[in-house]
């Protein structure tokens, strides 16, 4: 398994929940990664992407100044960071990763994990 998403779970609205994704050494050296997900009835979007040496990140308008994608290569692991999360943040999030940083991440990542299940309650 190259990515495995882990941290999911059931919070109340307004909590906060981080979401991990460790990867291969490989991988995470050097491939971009991101973060996509995927509510009840609605197709995959993009979430987050950071570059390979993390200088770089790029949020969706929905989630920006409320997620924070990092990376830390002590674990090979990136982590999403979700806070005020709010109830149209239920979905399943999966972990993804590229060998480019370009403009055409949020339209989709080359590797794919499985995903993991957040759900924000009222």
């Known amino acids: 398994v190259q990515l495995q998403a882990s941290g999911g779970g059931l919070v109340q609205a307004g909590a906060s929940l981080r979401l991990s994704c460790a990867a291969s050494?490989?991988?995470?050296?050097?491939?971009?990664m991101g973060w996509f997900r995927q509510r009840p009835g609605k197709e995959r979007e993009f979430v987050a992407a950071?570059?390979?040496?993390?200088?770089?990140?790029f949020y969706a308008d929905s989630v920006q100044d409320r997620f924070t994608i990092s990376r830390d290569s002590a674990k090979n692991s990136v982590y999403l960071q979700m806070d005020n999360l709010k109830v149209e943040d239920t979905a399943v999030y999966y972990c993804?990763?590229?060998?480019?940083?370009?403009?055409?991440?949020?339209?989709?990542?080359?590797?794919w994990g499985e995903g993991t299940q957040v759900t924000v309650s009222s």
């Open positions: 993804a990763a590229d060998p480019t940083y370009d403009s055409s991440i949020e339209y989709g990542m080359g590797l």
């Open positions: 950071i570059d390979w040496s993390g200088a770089r990140t």
């Open positions: 050494e490989y991988i995470f050296s050097n491939y971009a």
